[in-house]
């Protein structure tokens, strides 16, 4: 357990987090890491978001399982080979 204070910051109030304490969490560069924050039985609970890549989100809800059924894979003959290809 690591013992802080709370701080004044501009209009708000934060705490400061030691550097060692961040990146047991996985928050290895955590300037502007998003974080959810969560009150449960009285305690303060941050938790680091898990981030995807922008080409990951596009992935989000595709089920390759339902997409193989609908779409049947099939084989196809693209003619003899042209230059320097390995069969």
Known sequence: MVSTKIVK????QG???QKSLLKQVGLID???????VSVEDGKIIIVP???KSKL?????????????????PQEYDWG?????ELF
């Open 9 to 12: 910051l501009g209009n708000s």
């Open 15 to 17: 705490i400061r987090l």
């Open 30 to 36: 955590p300037i502007n890491s998003p974080v959810q």
């Open 49 to 51: 978001e898990q981030t």
């Open 56 to 72: 990951m989100q596009r992935f989000d809800g595709f089920d390759l399982e339902q997409y193989w059924q609908e779409n049947d």
């Open 80 to 84: 003899k080979p042209v230059g320097k």
